[in-house]
């Protein structure tokens, strides 16, 4: 058999045989089976739900605030003075009041009390507050049917349409965001736990001194190529589990929990997108990873050294509710654009806006010519440095080195 | 066909020449004492006899060419600071080194069986390699080194860290693969183990070559003008003797210029002395590591 193909099948055994490959693995389909079963169980011995009915007073200065007292759950009880109302409320009868002033119709403020610390006012004591004021207002004004409207939400519908005027099969909203948010982070973790995983072997193999009984049978073209497809295709089976597990999770989430996991859909292109940016990524770190193992004298050291590279993974999930808030943001061209943050910046991005053609061409180009630059000078970095023990070359050194060797 | 041909080679590292002109030459079927103190350049002579590393000039010929992938299936290689992948089971450790030298998997686990249960180690096979011993960990790498057959099998302080009996076991392998025609070369401190199993040794020190040659010849060429006599009676004046050295057991005559050994155990018999013992004083290789050592660095 080839030589890389038996580093590659090595390799690939001895990754997932791990436990914590295995253990990170399964723990994506895991959580959510129990996250959708915990549900299940809790709703399941709830039983139906029993609605309490609150009370709140409230002191009506201006007048004319006597009507349509029963909100919802919340019942309205009115007291003639502020004092009669705060001893109600010191005396636990009711939880809060609130006071109509005289010039409430010129100046719109009304005064609430509770014994409470909060954070904000609770949006259903806010809506119960707000409706009575307002039906007491407009009744008699206008038809009942136009005050029911007035109060209630704004039902918005909104339609994506094509370039070409039809509906867009695409519609948006966050039922489109969860798939590729959540692979965008399972993208992170899986490159950053192929790369710790090589630079882990690589160091050990270095350490024990068996990368020389290696490297007296085979290349050191074979040792990193078998090494890198060997971890890679571990890598691609964890994506695999998890692409295949969610949209099972999500069929069962939806089943369960109804509501907002039924709009959830994929992107067009994601499934595509997603395995070349998985296969492109991966690609990226393992040429850093050897690189960074090349120049380490040891596992300890290259895992001390890998952050600087790992770390930028996460940079597109830390700024993402920037993209939320403003997805055109010339921000995420440049993370598009820069080859570390690539792959999990493109997969939030076709959750929430899309990537425009232009800049996925050239975010692939940067990434493919990025892999040829750093696979070149790892390769390089790793026959120079592979049997230097001991101490790690300073950057200066690595760079002349690099040049001259 | 000469096992192995280095000529003219030289590395050197950021601050200093590791390996400066060397040549020499190893042939099928003998054992090669490659010595020379710490730093000297031993080590970085090997790697690039197993092309671990490139030489900054000259040349390295294994088995008759430039070494190439398929002529590292014919290479047998123990590193001196022994690893194995200490997760894997023994078997797989062996089977998997040796599939990397181009043995399929039924013949290498048949052969690893019979030299696991040559060397006593049969029951260690499903064990994981971070269970054994330094010494059975040792044993085992030597396992791997032999496996597959090599032609030429490059040992570096095979015998480090064994105790007495496997040290026996290993040398008498190593004298089997002698007897089979391969080329051993033995990279060592310990002197009595080369004066024991080696044919021709080179010797570097700072990277240069200080001693090259069969063992006996090099050893007759540092020979001292004296011998070592047991004997019965007075010894009284004995004409050619310039010097006399009681040892414990034996006395130590150093002889003058023009007297040969031969000569004086003439005279000595001439005098009616009984001879329990007449021997040609000859330094051991030790002492004369030491000495060409001490002299160069």
């Known amino acids: 058999m080839n030589k890389t193909l038996l580093i590659f099948k090595h390799e690939l055994l001895n990754a997932i045989k791990r436990k914590g490959f295995i253990i990170i693995t399964l723990i994506v389909p895991v959580i959510g089976l129990l996250g959708i079963g915990i549900f299940s169980l809790v709703s399941a011995s709830a039983g139906p739900t029993v609605v309490e009915t609150t009370t709140i007073g ?64 609770p949006a259903t004591t806010i809506t119960a507050i707000k409706n009575f004021l307002t039906s007491n207002l407009l009744t008699g004004e206008v038809p009942p049917d136009t005050i029911e409207l007035v109060e209630k939400p704004l039902a918005l519908v909104t339609t994506r349409l094509t370039e070409t005027g039809e509906v867009a099969t695409e519609q948006g909203g966050f039922g489109n965001l969860l798939v590729p948010g959540i692979f965008s982070m399972l993208l992170a973790l899986s ?61 069962l989430a939806s089943s369960t929990f109804g509501g907002f996991f039924v709009t959830i859909q994929l992107p067009a292109n994601f499934i595509v997108l997603g395995i070349v940016y998985f296969i492109m990524g991966y690609a990226l770190f393992a040429a850093l990873s050897a690189g960074v193992g090349a120049i380490s004298p040891s596992a300890r050291e290259g895992q001390q050294l890998a952050p600087i590279f790992t770390l930028l993974l996460f940079v597109p999930l830390w700024f993402s509710s920037i993209l939320f808030i403003f997805p055109n943001s010339p921000l995420w061209v440049v993370l598009t654009i820069f080859p570390v943050t690539a792959p999990v910046a493109v997969m939030l991005r076709l959750g929430v806006t899309g990537v425009p053609a232009w800049e996925l061409a050239v975010s692939i180009a ?39 060797g | 066909m000469l096992a192995v041909e280095v000529n003219h080679v030289v590395k050197a590292f950021a601050d200093k020449v590791a390996v400066d002109d060397l040549s020499f030459s190893v042939a099928q079927g ?51 600071e022994r690893g194995l992948y200490k997760k894997l089971g023994v078997l797989d450790s062996i089977v998997y080194l040796s599939s990397l030298k181009g043995m399929d998997k039924p013949s290498a686990m048949e052969k690893a069986e019979e030299l696991l249960e040559k060397t006593g180690m049969s029951a260690t096979k499903s064990k994981k390699v971070e269970a054994l011993s330094r010494g059975m960990g040792q044993i085992i790498q030597f396992i791997v080194t032999i496996i597959h057959d090599p032609q030429l099998v490059v040992l570096d302080e095979p015998f480090a860290g064994l105790d007495p009996v496997n040290t026996e076991l290993l040398k008498g392998m190593v004298g089997e693969l002698r007897s089979q025609g391969k080329a051993v070369i033995l990279s060592t401190h310990q002197m009595n183990q080369v004066e024991e199993l080696c044919d021709r040794i080179l010797m570097v020190n700072n990277g240069r070559a200080v001693l090259y040659g069969n063992l006996p010849e090099i050893k007759a060429r540092y020979r001292g003008n004296s ?17 006399r050295r009681q040892h414990k057991g034996y006395i130590e005559l150093i002889l003058d210029g023009k007297t040969t050994p031969q000569k004086l155990l003439e005279r000595l018999v001439s005098q009616g002395i009984v001879i329990n013992r007449f021997e040609v004083a000859t330094p051991s290789l030790n002492e004369i590591f030491l000495q060409e050592a001490g002299k160069k660095s």
């Open chain 2, 30 to 80: 003998e054992i090669f004492g490659l010595i020379g103190p710490n730093g000297a350049g031993k080590t970085t002579t090997i790697r690039m006899m197993m092309d671990i590393i490139k030489p900054d000039s000259g040349e390295v010929a294994i088995l008759g060419e430039k070494l190439s992938e398929a002529a590292k299936n014919r290479l047998g290689y123990l590193p001196e």
């Open chain 2, 227 to 243: 011998v070592l006599l047991d004997f019965e009676g007075e010894l009284g004046e004995v004409p050619g003797v310039t010097q």
């Open chain 1, 58 to 121: 409230y002191v009506d200065e201006a007048g004319g605030f006597d009507q349509h007292t029963t909100q919802g759950n919340i019942e309205l009880v009115g007291f003639d003075t502020q004092d009669e109302a705060t001893t109600a409320l010191i005396n636990y009868d009711i939880p809060e009041y609130f006071v109509i002033p005289a010039e409430y119709t010129s100046t719109g403020v009304i005064n609430r009390y509770t014994l409470q610390r909060e954070l904000e006012t």
């Open chain 1, 366 to 404: 940067v990434l493919v010519l990025s892999i040829i630059l750093v696979m070149f000078l790892a390769i390089r970095a790793f026959r120079i440095y592979l049997l230097m023990y001991g101490k790690r070359p300073g950057l200066r050194e690595i760079i002349r080195t690099l040049r001259s």
């Open chain 1, 191 to 251: 490159l950053l736990i192929s790369s710790t995983y090589l630079i882990q072997g690589l160091g050990d193999e270095k350490e024990s001194r068996l990368i020389e009984v290696l490297l007296s049978s085979v290349s050191t073209r074979q040792l990193l190529t078998g090494k890198v497809l060997g971890l890679g295709a571990a890598g691609l089976v964890q994506v695999v589990v998890w692409l295949a597990s969610l949209p099972l999770l999500l069929n």
